[in-house]
């Protein structure tokens, strides 16, 4: 099995989302509805989101189908995952990279495409989410966002890949991509969208970005950075900022006093990382800058948490952790820098949101808020839902932040049991059953949706060998103990693929089937367990697009 991920076409993705939600009320698996209405549509960068809320940066916003299923599970903002000049092999990204216990670990950072690549996905999520709102009347066309993410350093940002992949985000018409996908989209045939709509869709996917740096990177290279976008670029920009501005002993006494005392983390990236001073002056400056340039400019708190793997959760010496344990110093860095500009900062949170504290940020007046922990844990995209349904009531002020109330929320965050870390009982693994079905979590957490169960037969999961990127999220949550990426029976995308790989599964082909099977391969099936022919027959019939 590669660990390299593989995009779907664009017109088998949108194939898919269309018929798996006329047939199922779903799109990749996660049910779709119309979203609920909101007391009052957020403002933000020229539109009114129907939400503030949406997927972060990162395993949930990578590939196409990663945002029709956010969208269609009620998200309405989309941190793309961070575009940078190295990709793939060049990141050196060890596998399983994801781990989750009551928080979560991980050790993967950009996006593993290429930025040719990324703003093609970024396009199809696009392009397909404006046609399926529109055919099944999901929501309204203008009313979700795209933000763009880009790093590490200027030199890169400036690069030719990632500048062309900002300038096509900012207008694709020119994109061959977008071409072919509104071609593509023109010859399907739909119940309520017709062409002249297709033709409406706009190509302007982003006007705005969030920046993301190394840690230790300078106060002047980060502003230097946010100036070129705002001024050359003429984005709305967002600088996201790390944890680590609440100094080292703040950070410590708030982990011990919640459980995570065998939290490990030195003291080098809290001397090394923007010291606070100096980001209150740089934030000063380039609020300054972008209100000469009539554009937005804040902070995306915050980044994860540097810490030592010291238990072996995944390979290698140095990890990040986001989730619930990151909560307390991401809202004590919110409470620190909304009062250093008395509530005038703009500011975009993703740092242990969830369904507890969700509606106390959203209410301080912090939008929008972005969630990856919490899509990683069972039940997966469809806690997207119960997180917008929780801010439906909610009605901030949209041109300032509640300094009290994130001050409150900060300093409750000390003691909040909520937060403390809860343990958690995983049977010791055995020998899975065939394509395992026995629980829906596989299904539920995979972030590429990469695990279906198969139409027909009951307690039955396939693996799809495009999508999955060997991420490890799946077999840290598996409460039978079992690994579902590497157990079960796989559909590959093609013959070559499959003979390329190590793992037992098939390809479709034209006349049969293309099989490993105990690892011998071979087009004859006659031999092959009824229990399998069942399953590769009942896939077959599936149309899963790969």
């Not at 994860?304 to 140095?318: A, N, Q, R, S, Y």
Request: proline content about 6%.
């Amino acid at each position: 099995m590669s660990i390299e991920m593989k995009p779907i076409p664009f017109r088998a993705l949108l194939d898919q989302a269309w018929k798996e939600y006329r047939f199922k009320g779903t799109m990749f698996g996660v049910p779709a509805t119309s979203i609920i209405v909101f007391r009052n549509y957020a403002p933000l960068f020229g539109k009114t989101l129907n939400s503030p809320v949406g997927p972060a940066a990162g395993p949930h916003t990578q590939l196409a189908q990663n945002l029709i299923a956010a969208y269609a599970a009620g998200g309405r903002f989309f941190e793309l995952k961070t575009v940078q000049k190295l990709w793939g092999d060049q990141l050196g990204i060890q596998r399983p990279c994801i781990y989750v216990r009551d928080e979560a670990y991980n050790t993967e950072w950009s996006t593993e495409l290429s930025p040719e690549q990324a703003a093609a996905e970024y396009i199809k999520a696009w392009i397909a989410i404006k046609i399926l709102l529109k055919e099944f009347r999901l929501g309204e066309p203008d009313a979700f966002v795209f933000n763009m993410s880009v790093g590490y350093d200027l030199e890169g940002i400036k690069s030719p890949s990632v500048d062309a992949f900002i300038e096509t985000m900012k207008d694709a018409s020119s994109s061959p991509v977008w071409k072919a996908c509104i071609a593509e989209a023109k010859d399907m045939i739909f119940d309520v969208v017709d062409d002249d709509y297709i033709d409406s869709i706009s190509p302007h996917i982003s006007n705005n970005v969030t920046i993301s740096t190394m840690h230790g990177c300078p106060p002047e290279q980060i502003q230097a950075i946010a100036e070129y976008m705002l001024r050359e670029k003429g984005l709305h920009t967002y600088v996201k900022c790390n944890p680590t501005l609440i100094g080292y002993d703040k950070a410590r006494e708030l982990l011990d006093n919640l459980g995570y005392t065998d939290v490990e983390f030195g003291r080098e990236h809290f001397e090394h990382d923007m010291q606070l001073p100096d980001a209150i002056t740089m934030i000063g400056r380039l609020l300054e800058v972008a209100e000469s340039l009539d554009l937005r400019f804040g902070v995306k708190l915050t980044n994860t948490f540097p810490v030592k793997i010291t238990h072996g959760e995944l390979p290698g010496t140095d990890m990040y952790m986001s989730g619930k344990a990151l909560f307390p110093l991401s809202m004590h860095t919110a409470a620190l820098l909304s009062e250093a500009f008395e509530g005038c900062l703009p500011i975009s949170y993703s740092g242990g949101a969830d369904i507890d504290n969700i509606d106390k940020i959203y209410s301080t007046g912090i939008y929008p808020i972005t969630v990856a922990t919490v899509l990683l844990k069972p039940h997966g995209y469809q806690n997207l839902r119960k997180l917008v349904e929780k801010c439906a009531n909610i009605k901030p002020d949209f041109y300032g932040i509640d300094t009290a109330r994130v001050r409150e929320l900060a300093e409750r965050s000390t003691a909040d049991d909520h937060l403390r870390r809860k343990p958690r009982k995983i049977a010791a693994g055995q020998t899975p059953p065939f394509a395992c079905g026995c629980c829906t979590t596989c299904v539920d957490v995979c972030p590429n949706r990469a695990n279906y169960f198969i139409d027909g037969l009951q307690k039955k999961v396939i693996h799809l060998d495009g999508p999955c990127n060997d991420c490890g999220n799946c077999a840290s949550l598996c409460p039978f103990g079992f690994t579902p990426y590497a157990d079960k029976f796989v559909l590959y995308p093609d013959v070559e693929t499959l003979k390329q790989s190590e793992r037992d599964g098939f390809a479709i082909t034209d006349s049969g089937y293309f099989v490993r099977y105990s690892g011998t391969l071979g087009t004859d099936t006659s031999s092959l367990p009824a229990e399998v022919i069942e399953l590769m027959d009942a896939v077959r019939t599936m149309h899963l697009a790969t």
